[in-house]
DNA sequence: TTACAGAATTCCTTTACAGGAATATTCTCA
DNA sequence: TGAGAATATTCCTGTAAAGGAATTCTGTAA
């Protein structure tokens, strides 16, 4: 998977933009508002997410509704599942567990 | 989610490591090898990935061993569970479906 | 056509971060 | 204790990226 992806969702102001659009497009204008942002950082934030092809973009009339693009979290999801093991493996959740119980004993040395 | 996560990860060589302590744990060294970079810039993205808690270490006589951590990969994952429904809906590709047949047409004038 | 609203771009400054090279630290074992 | 292997840290430099402010672009409607 691309680390464009994670560059442009490691941003606050980006994911919490992603996460606006969860619900629907909405246009640079209401993003700026509910996240209480300048408008220009808005339209730039945008931008990057645009070319990392997080969002798309339509224009109705005078605005412009951005929207998710389903690819790119979806090949995170991807990724992610080849490391699903790691926590439905009970065998592994043990083995953290013990390891925090050794590093509690750690401490108390 | 931790953006700090995203961010740690959204480093090629970062993402390389990640995906080698998917097989098990590794010491410094061995990254070094298999990554063909200097055993400096391996110790520094570790940190990265400790600061982060993308990983753990455990020490063992001289060396360390470095060894992946499953909760912030895991809440990742629950993220983007919520997002699931964007390509898991029917609905939903068939609008992407048609956005890009509309694209193509438009292309063509 | 003009004026205006919505959005994008540019310029500037500051800060964070990556790699290279050199050096320091830590642990083991003779 | 001293040497050497494994790893971490520091210093330097170049570069990318974020926010603020100002400006520009674009489409709409009168």
């Known amino acids: 998977m ?3 992806t994670l560059g442009a969702l ?11 659009l ?18 220009p950082q808005a339209s730039k934030h945008l931008k990057v997410l645009n070319e990392a092809k997080i969002v798309d973009v339509h224009p109705v009339a005078n605005r412009r509704f951005y929207k998710l693009r389903p690819q790119p979290l979806q090949e995170m999801d991807t990724w992610l599942s080849t490391f699903r093991s790691l926590w439905e493996n009970q065998f592994d959740q043990l083995d953290e567990y013990l390891t925090k119980l050794q590093n509690q004993s750690n401490r108390e040395e």
């Open 10 to 20: 490691a941003e606050p102001t980006r994911m919490r933009i992603v996460e606006l």
């Open 22 to 39: 969860r619900n629907g497009p909405l246009t640079v204008g209401e993003i700026t508002n509910k996240l209480q942002i300048r408008q």
């Open 2 to 4: 691309e680390t464009e």
